[in-house]
């Protein structure tokens, strides 16, 4: 559909703007629920279509933004230095984010357990997402080249996609690469779901520990994005994968033998167990 935008403000500007106000919306709205909703059966419902409608509005943004710095870097090696570096930018903002999370609007024994706390959090960071996205579109505004008179890109219909899309998955290289990120995805959202409960139920963290973990995750994802593209020119794409994914399931298995096994006791105090509190740090970043 990008592509086949003509508009005075370019074929991706458009979309990013719109999609990303939209993600600023419901991101607000999945943390700030009104009360007519709070009933377990709306509550639920409400969540889901709120979240259905941020993945969407995500999705217009990201799939804009990404065409976006394709056309700014014709350059192979340009896209995977934009991509690694794009991706260093966001653990950066994490690892700001994590910091602010835990010592600002989780602070306190009970902080996890207050809602008016992530009301208070989901505010905050939908004006500050608002503010990356606005200058993302108009930092980028030399590029939004009027299209309105653009030749028609013949072929690039939505038809075209999905016959496109089918052949890709018949073929089976493609769709093993999907199926692998399919497994990794779900790898990710299953730590992000119970890192909270690993920071706080289970090592007994307090605000500023947990900011520590949580912030070296952000430094080490920033530090493997911008090593990714010289990697990448020295080993190539898929010794590379092999490399860095074998290098987490190490690090992780290390963590479940140290902690989960009791060799090392989770839920001690850092003074008190200094090496628990480092083991943790440096096979949690490193695993990210």
Not at 15 to 37: H, I, Q, R
Not at 170 to 197: A, E, W
Request: include cysteine; hydrophobic fraction near 55%.
């Amino acid at each position: 559909i990008t592509d086949n935008t003509r508009s005075r403000f370019g074929r991706r500007h458009p979309y990013m703007l719109v999609g990303g106000a939209l993600t600023v919306l419901c991101f607000y709205a999945a943390w700030s629920v009104p009360e007519f909703f709070r009933t377990p059966v709306l509550l639920f419902w409400y969540l889901v279509s709120v979240t259905v409608l941020l993945r969407t509005a995500a999705a217009v943004f990201l799939v804009a933004h990404g065409a976006l710095g394709f056309e700014i870097c014709t350059e192979y090696s340009q896209r995977s230095s934009l991509q690694g570096i794009r991706n260093g930018v966001n653990m950066a903002v994490n690892l700001g984010a994590s910091a602010i999370i835990w010592n600002v609007f989780l602070r306190g024994p009970d902080g996890t357990s207050v809602p008016e706390n992530y009301q208070r959090m989901g505010a905050a960071f939908a004006v500050a997402g608002l503010v990356f996205i606005l200058v993302a579109v108009f930092g980028t505004r030399k590029y939004a080249v009027d299209t309105r008179h653009a030749p028609e890109i013949m072929g690039n219909t939505l038809r075209t996609i999905a016959r496109n899309l089918l052949q890709i998955l018949l073929d089976p290289y493609p769709r093993t690469v999907f199926v692998f990120m399919f497994v990794l995805f779900i790898g990710v959202v299953l730590v992000t779901s119970f890192q909270m409960f690993i920071y706080v139920d289970f090592m007994k963290f307090t605000e500023w520990q947990a900011s520590i973990v949580h912030g070296s995750t952000m430094v080490a994802a920033a530090i493997g994005s911008l090593l990714a593209a010289p990697l990448v020119r020295r080993l190539d794409k898929k010794p590379t994968i092999v490399v860095t994914m074998s290098a987490a399931g190490a690090a992780n298995l290390m963590l479940i033998a140290l902690f989960y096994t009791g060799l090392v006791p989770p839920g001690t105090v850092w003074k008190a167990v200094p090496l628990a509190m480092l083991l943790f740090l440096v096979f949690h970043a490193f695993y990210h």
